[in-house]
């Protein structure tokens, strides 16, 4: 049976001030935005969200206010994962106490799990602590260099961790992601997060996806579904090129701080990017909106940048 995660679920971005610090008035003005677009879950404090660069007490903030902000209309996922066992255990229990319903966790990245086995081990307490809710994990191998087999994981952990409810699957190995899709019959949610790839994700069975671009542009995933459903292909193919295009725009600039310019081009300013990432200056800025603005996929007319 499904989890509570399927369908269009868009990472938000972590808005910060030009001094750093958080900004979370504007979550109110993020959640304008997808309910415009009938999104009706979030997954907080991933990668779009800058996870790795915020404190516990940041991140907690950042989930709290999002289950505020949910006020029953759309559910919140949290990220609860970090290189410390313990500080993930304590976002767990947060993430429970504050509303989430479900939590997923990845790899830690600085010692590394060596084995399926381990990995499992790592992630069970942290499973356990969020219990009753769904517990997701979140493979994305570009930032962790973990490279586990999803499929191994999924038929190690379900002895181990009752809540596995799947995985978020940050990849592009096909055919891995579709061992994960047939597994069991179909018995775990397996989110895509690869944007560009939606479409092959809907060929090979999946029901749900998290992806930093359906903040702005959920109306071309929309369109790819829809065209999709009614078997018509050719439709498909276009729209996702139309998301290839952008992608590939937002990568040019930088895709993190590109992401968050865009967020700006559409009336929902979330800041700069925190350290190590460089926010985009203004050339950049008009640059990506005069290769963007020609793309039909937003949700709201590009405004240009001042």
Not at 149 to 155: N, Q, R
Not at 239 to 261: N, R, T, W, Y
Request: charged share 25%.
């Amino acid at each position: 049976m499904p989890g509570p995660l399927t369908g269009l679920i868009p990472a938000p971005h972590t808005p910060f001030r030009t001094d750093g610090g958080l900004n979370l008035e504007v979550v109110d003005l993020q959640s304008e935005l997808l309910r415009e677009v009938g999104v009706t879950t979030v997954f907080v404090g991933g990668t779009t969200g800058e996870w790795a660069s915020m404190t516990l007490a940041e991140r907690k903030a950042v989930t709290e206010r999002w289950c505020r902000t949910a006020g029953g209309s759309f559910q919140v996922a949290a990220h609860i994962g970090a290189n410390c066992q313990s500080d993930a255990i304590e976002l767990a229990r947060h993430a429970r106490d504050a509303g989430a319903v479900a939590v997923a966790a990845m790899s830690p990245s600085f010692f590394k799990p060596a084995t399926t086995r381990d990995l499992v081990e790592f992630c069970a307490p942290i499973a356990s602590e969020a219990e009753p809710l769904p517990f997701y994990y979140y493979d994305i191998p570009g930032m962790t260099n973990v490279r586990q087999a999803m499929s191994e994981f999924l038929h190690e952990a379900r002895f181990r961790i009752p809540t596995l409810r799947g995985l978020k699957f940050s990849h592009t190995d096909i055919v891995e992601l579709q061992e994960c899709v047939r597994l069991d019959g179909g018995r775990f949610d397996v989110l895509f997060g690869s944007d560009e790839g939606h479409l092959a994700g809907l060929a090979l069975g999946v029901r749900g996806a998290v992806g930093n671009t359906f903040n702005f542009a959920a109306p071309v995933y929309r369109r790819i579904e829809a065209a999709f459903a009614r078997n018509d292909l050719e439709t498909a193919r276009r729209e996702q090129g139309k998301a290839i295009d952008m992608v590939k725009a937002l990568q040019a600039f930088g895709f993190m701080p590109a992401s968050k310019a865009v967020m700006a081009m559409l009336g929902v300013d979330c800041g700069p990017v925190r350290s190590p990432l460089r926010t985009l200056d203004r050339s950049e800025k008009l640059a990506l909106w005069e290769r963007l603005s020609a793309i039909d996929v937003f949700a709201r007319p590009l405004r240009k940048p001042e």
